[in-house]
């Protein structure tokens, strides 16, 4: 008995994928046109198959069709003959190719890539000016999509005749085209120039009618104002007048429109004019009514991803706004969308950022958070696969550890916080590192005895390998934080940081050639001899390697931060004995110097009135009456001019210098200096 007939198998996917490339090079034009559709509508929103026909080289063989096609309707305008059908075709051929080009650049940027290396961007650009609109749009569409890459080419509108180009974009009764125009400027334009040069080309009076057209017109020409308005207070001043037809209130007027991201990129542009110019948006009930809105947004589909963000843009650093914010209610309201499990990643940072903005400045924002019991979310969120997540997590945490009183609680010393943080300084991605140590930094100040539960975390090793990193910025905030566990901890504390940091590598670090890293280092060596005379020896190690290195960087350091954070080094070390008093006395006036001014004397001169603060506390403490040798010491000081200078100084405009100035005088008198 014969087998049951049956159907063969259909061919790999691979392997069909590799035929609809093939029929891209067909002779046929109409095995082409449908090749190119097929493609087309197989890519549209699908990323990894883009990828998959990227890697099959699918965009260099659509630029090829694109090119002679046009070369082919280029021949045809300078008279070669053809058909009418087959100037259609042709018309096709460019109209799907560039969409598919238009597909794979979309929201994507390999594709973008590929797009540009093929040669694709020229082909285009030249099509703007095609004569049939269908072709034009394609084009225009699809240049669009590119110059929403941060990989497109830039364009320079102060030069040539470029700036015609974007008003006749502007001019165009083609939407594609005029949207070009508007993504060109969102893009390209970066330098209070440019901006400058778009204003005073007429491009705002352009974009403004432009927010009475269709949807898309109305969001791309939003995009394109904030960018020309941003940081601009006279290009915003220029918007803002009557004859550019009442721009500020139609946009205002756009944050009730029907469309969730109409009202979004309203929003966005009134927050540019809040934040560049103020004066020009004073209403407090515009500003409450943008806090409003873009909590509205939170919950929609299309834009809710954005709208935390714009939010933050809002209130970040601006504790009037905050204060509008927590009244209504948003610490609350975007507590609820984290309740609200999942939440995508880019829609969780965003939250995370507005959160951290709302506790950077006010203490009842931190408050409201914690008593929300929300840190369990923040905690949770600095192991999330998302980079940005866990900085904005790190961020976050950061800003609700400002408080004094929760740092002084101990609240944030327990190892839900510490152990995810500590791990988080090991992370693949720099900008998670910077992030995480900002947040270490303030939580390893707590005033509490709890600092042990870091080190036992592995915290101290790790900040010690980040302080040798060639990243400054990395090198700098490890440094911080190692500064700020020193504070206020016990000797045992500062003995077990001392042995895993060493003396050579805090040495090294002191003479880093970043100034930042000059100046926390020392700050760090000013945490480490607070306190005890035992707490001072550390700095007479290794034959007084640390002391030796202070005193070469106020010798020749030339910024004050560094200066000022070497002098309190020397001042907390003349709070000690005699030997600690006279090894500073050696190192602010050595032996060998020669008749020059000494550098106390320059500091005492200082137009800074920190660094002539810190100078005074170190007299003060090296002329303490009681000490044995203060009598010597005076006779030192009086012999460099120093105390001439003090007598000079008790009516400095400083109340921190007079009052040390005086001190210190009294004190070299009380020592037998009372000579002029």
């Known amino acids: 008995m014969p087998a049951s007939a049956s159907s063969a198998p259909p061919p790999p996917t691979h ?55 046009s070369a082919t309707a280029a021949a045809a305008a300078a008279g070669s003959v053809c058909s009418g059908n087959d100037v259609e075709l042709n018309d096709s051929l460019i109209i799907q190719s560039a969409a598919a080009i238009g597909s794979f650049a979309c929201g994507f940027d390999d594709g973008v890539k590929a797009v540009l290396d093929a040669g694709a961007f020229p082909l285009l650009l030249r099509l703007i000016s095609y004569p049939n609109d269908k072709v034009v749009g394609a084009a225009a569409r699809s240049l669009k999509f590119i110059y929403q890459s941060k990989l497109a080419p830039r364009y320079d509108f102060l030069q040539g005749n470029n700036m015609e180009f974007i008003q006749s974009l502007l001019n165009s009764e083609n939407e594609n085209v005029t949207g070009l125009g508007a993504s060109i400027i969102t893009h390209s334009c970066w330098t209070s120039m440019e901006q400058k040069a778009l204003s005073d080309a007429g491009i705002i009076k352009k974009l403004t ?105 809002l209130i970040a650093e601006k504790e009037d706004l905050q204060v509008l914010a927590f009244e209504a209610n948003v610490i609350d309201k975007l507590v609820n969308h984290l309740r609200k499990a999942p939440v995508l990643s880019r829609r969780l940072e965003g939250i995370l950022i507005a959160l951290a903005n709302m506790c950077s400045r006010l203490e009842r924002c931190r408050d409201r958070l914690l008593s929300l019991e929300a840190m369990k979310f923040v905690t949770d969120a600095l192991s999330q696969d ?17 408080s004094v009183k929760n740092l002084s609680a101990g ?53 010690v390998q980040l302080s040798k990193s060639m990243d400054a910025t990395i090198r700098v905030k490890a440094v911080c934080a190692l500064r700020n566990l020193t504070f206020l901890v016990s000797d045992k504390c500062k003995e077990e940081i001392l042995s895993e940091l060493t003396q050579l590598t805090l040495r090294s670090l002191i003479c880093d050639p970043e100034v930042c890293v000059q100046e926390q280092a020392l700050a760090l060596v000013c945490n ?97 009456p009681s000490s044995s040798g203060a009598f010597g010491r005076v006779m030192k000081l009086r012999n ?37």
Request: hydrophobic residues 45%; glycine residues 6%; aromatic residues 4%.
């Open 209 to 313: 009618c432009m927010l009475g057209g269709s949807v898309t017109q109305k969001d791309a020409s939003l995009e394109s104002l904030a960018t020309i308005l941003k940081g601009n207070p006279e290009v915003i001043s220029t918007f803002t007048e009557p004859e550019n037809g009442g721009a500020l209130g139609t946009v205002t007027e756009l944050t009730k429109d029907k469309n969730a991201r109409t009202r979004l990129l309203a929003c966005i542009c009134l927050i540019v004019i809040k934040n560049s110019a103020p004066s020009c948006l004073q209403d407090l009930r515009i500003k409450t009514k943008l806090i409003l809105i873009l909590l509205e947004l939170l919950d929609d589909d299309q834009v809710g991803d954005e709208a935390p963000f714009a939010l933050s843009s």
């Open 640 to 676: 460099a001019g120093i105390v001439s200078q003090l007598k000079n100084m008790v009516n400095d405009p400083c109340l921190d210098v007079k009052l040390r100035a005086r001190t210190a005088l009294g004190q070299s008198i009380n020592s037998g200096d009372g000579s002029t």
């Open 411 to 463: 609240l944030f010393m327990n190892e839900s916080f510490v152990a995810p943080l500590v791990q988080l300084l090991f992370d693949d991605l720099t900008f998670v590192q910077v992030s995480a140590l900002d947040a270490i930094s303030n939580i390893v100040v707590d005033f509490l005895a709890h600092k042990t539960m870091f080190m036992k975390c592995g915290g101290v090793k790790q900040l």
């Open 15 to 69: 392997s069909r994928r590799e035929d609809l490339i093939g029929r891209l090079s067909s002779s046929s034009t109409e095995a082409k046109l449908k090749a190119l559709r097929d493609l087309k509508n197989q890519i549209i929103g699908n990323r990894t198959k883009k990828l998959c026909f990227l890697k099959l080289g699918a965009v260099p063989s659509v630029t090829s069709i694109l090119s002679s096609s």
């Open 528 to 624: 480490l001899v607070d306190g005890p005379l035992d707490s001072i020896q550390h700095v007479f190690a290794e034959d007084a390697l640390l002391l030796h290195a202070v005193g070469q960087q106020l010798q020749s350091a030339s910024k004050a931060e560094v200066l000022i954070q070497g002098m309190y080094v020397f001042t907390n070390v003349a709070s000690g004995n005699e030997v600690h008093k006279e090894a500073v006395m050696q190192e602010l006036f050595p032996p060998l110097a020669n008749e020059c001014e000494s550098i106390m004397s320059k500091f005492l001169h200082s137009d800074d009135s920190r660094l002539r603060t810190a100078a005074v506390w170190a007299l003060v403490n090296l002329t303490f």
């Open 386 to 402: 998302s980079g940005e997540v866990r900085a904005a997590a790190c961020v976050c945490l950061k800003n609700v550890s400002r």
